[in-house]
């Protein structure tokens, strides 16, 4: 078992191309020894940090606890190498488990299977030892292990988050298609939004832009909505640990004084954008009108930043090239001195915008190749701008 204080190796996984924003916030929050990867990022830190990351880290998906990493090339390696874990350390006979699974290997093909010939080995070696197996629980387990085979290489963790981190708590209520609250909060770093201006989402949807938004602006702790983390059933759980971290991180949240608005042209969206934003504790913060963003205009002189997830067509009927171009004459025509992003996955739509992005930044939204585009829209020429300067 390891000691509270003592440093270990963990795991955060997130979306493609996330993974600098993800090591800088880790940096941000204390983490030491980062190293990027594919989807996700190596760190250590102790116990407590394990409890952190998992309230703070807003790119993250789940944070996974290594245990054990050898060479499999059949299934007995396998089973030998979960068996060489002394599950008694993290798991009591009367306790439950489940094991999930992500294989890329010639030799393991299905993660069925392996989550099976782990789950022999672990309770193999409770009956050995105590005479008595755990049970395999599906929906709430006591312990939830991570097994992860590339290749030859396999890699047993403990998974300290339970359900992904996408899911904050706030949001009850969604249209068909929201955006992943991770992927939100990863568009808005990308975007470098801290709070510094006026901010708008011009297409709201149930909210999650909005309500990632302000808590970015805010620092508030991006999970302090969430019912429950896996780890607060883990064998050494630390509640007066964790209420101090908890604590120490409302500390750290900060004014904001700015106006957040999301404007949408269908009624009951807004109602489910403001019932979430209700549950985030945000009302305060945030204004909603039901209003279309193509016959809106900036009424302040003031910058605003503005980020967006245009529809895809399952809620709204659109024909692509008008659409697009709105976008496109709206922003020029109605929203100077704005700073613009949007996520698109329709790649061929983009030139109907008619302008020429800054910045084209590839991504996913779930398994949709998309790009998230920034359009700075200048009050007056760009020559201009510069020479104020």
């Not at 998906?61 to 030998?80: D, H, M, T, W």
């Not at 702790?221 to 759980?237: C, G, H, S």
């Amino acid at each position: 078992m390891t000691q509270s204080n003592e440093q270990f190796e963990m795991v955060a996984k997130t979306f493609f191309g996330f993974e600098e924003i993800l090591a800088n916030e880790l940096r941000a929050l204390g983490a030491i020894k980062i190293s990027q990867g594919n989807r996700m990022v190596k760190f250590f830190g102790d116990t407590g940090f394990i409890y952190k990351a998992n309230l703070c880290l807003r790119t993250a998906l789940r944070i996974l606890k290594p245990l054990r990493s050898g060479f499999v090339k059949n299934e007995k390696q396998l089973y030998n190498l979960v068996s060489s874990i002394d599950w008694q350390d993290y798991l009591d006979s009367s306790d439950s488990f489940r094991v999930q699974s992500t294989v890329h290997s010639e030799t393991f093909t299905h993660s069925g299977f392996v989550n099976l010939k782990t789950k022999d080995a672990i309770a193999d070696q409770f009956r050995d030892h105590t005479g008595v197996r755990p049970d395999v629980e599906l929906d709430d387990p006591d312990l939830i292990i991570d097994v992860y085979i590339k290749h030859n290489t396999c890699v047993i963790s403990l998974d300290s988050s339970g359900n992904s981190l996408h899911q904050r708590g706030y949001r009850v209520k969604t249209n068909l298609a929201p955006i992943n609250e991770v992927l939100a909060a990863g568009l808005l770093l990308q975007a470098g939004w801290k709070g510094q201006t006026h901010f708008l989402d011009p297409m709201c949807g149930s909210g999650t832009i909005l309500i990632e938004a302000v808590m970015i602006a805010c620092n508030i702790p991006v999970n302090i909505n969430r019912k429950e983390f896996a780890f607060e059933k883990w064998l050494d759980w630390d509640m007066d640990l964790y209420d101090k971290i908890e604590k120490s991180c409302l500390q750290k949240v900060r004014d904001f004084n700015h106006q957040v608005k999301g404007y949408d042209i269908d009624s009951d969206t807004l109602e489910k954008a403001q019932t979430n934003i209700k549950n985030a504790n945000l009302s305060e913060f945030i204004t909603l009108e039901e209003k279309d963003f193509f016959t809106s205009h900036k009424k302040e002189e003031a910058a605003v930043f503005i980020v967006f997830n245009p529809p895809y067509g399952e809620r709204l009927k659109i024909d692509e090239e008008t659409f697009y171009k709105q976008i496109g004459d709206t922003l020029k025509n109605k929203y100077l001195n704005s700073n613009c992003w949007f996520i698109t996955s329709n790649l061929e739509a983009i030139k109907y915008v008619g302008l020429r992005p800054s910045r084209k930044i590839k991504m996913f939204n779930a398994k949709l190749e998309s790009r998230l585009l920034n359009y700075k829209i200048y009050a007056g020429s760009k020559k201009k701008k510069y020479n104020q300067h």
